[in-house]
C-alpha cells in the first residue's frame, strides 16, 4: 500500500509567525536538542531561504533549519530536521532536504553537512539515502565530542559530510506553489 501525504500538504519557506509551532514541533520530536523560541523566531527571520517548513491545513509537519557557513558558500550545513510522529515513514525528511537543494538561490551547493550522533540511526539513514539520490559520498569526520557540551549528557556529534554533487541531479519540485 503506498503512503500518502496529508491533505493540503505544504513544503514552504517559513516566516517569523511559523516559530512557536516550529518550537513545539522540535520539542515533540526527541532527541532533537530544543532551542528557545527566540532561537526559531531568529531562523525564521534571517535563514528562512534555508529551512523549510512541512505544513498541512494548520498543523506544522515537519521543519529543516539550515545555513552556509559564512567561509564555505559550496556547503549547505542542516542544523536540524524535524517530522512529527503522525508524518513519519512518508518520505517527508527527504522531501523537504530535496526542496532546499532545488531553491535557485541554492544552486551553487555542492556539499550538506551535519552533525548526527551516532545512536540516530533514523537522521542517518534520512543522510545515507539523499547522498545516494544525489550519487554522492557521505563522509564522516569527527566535530563536537560529548566533553564540549559541558557535562549536560549529550552524545558525540560527528560531522556528516555529503558531496560533491550537483543540485540538478534533485529530482522535480516539491514545495508549494505560495514559495
Known sequence: MAVQDPPGLCLRVPDKR????IHRLIEECPPLDLNSQYAYLLLCEHFSDTCVLAQAGDQVLGFISAYEPPSRSDVLFVWQVAVHRQ?????????????????????HIQYIETTVSPENRASRSLFAALA????????????FDRHLFAGHG????????????????VLARTDCAAQ
Not at 545516494?132 to 566535530?143: C, F, G, K, M, R
Open 18 to 21: 511559523d516559530g512557536a509551532q
Open 154 to 169: 549529550h552524545d558525540d556529534e560527528p560531522l556528516l559530510r555529503i558531496g560533491p554533487f550537483q543540485a540538478s541531479r
Open 132 to 143: 545516494n539520490a544525489l550519487q554522492a559520498s557521505i563522509d564522516e569526520l569527527p566535530l
Open 87 to 107: 508524518a513519519r515513514g512518508r518520505g517527508l525528511g527527504q522531501r523537504m532536504l530535496r526542496t532546499l537543494l532545488q531553491r535557485p538561490h541554492l544552486k
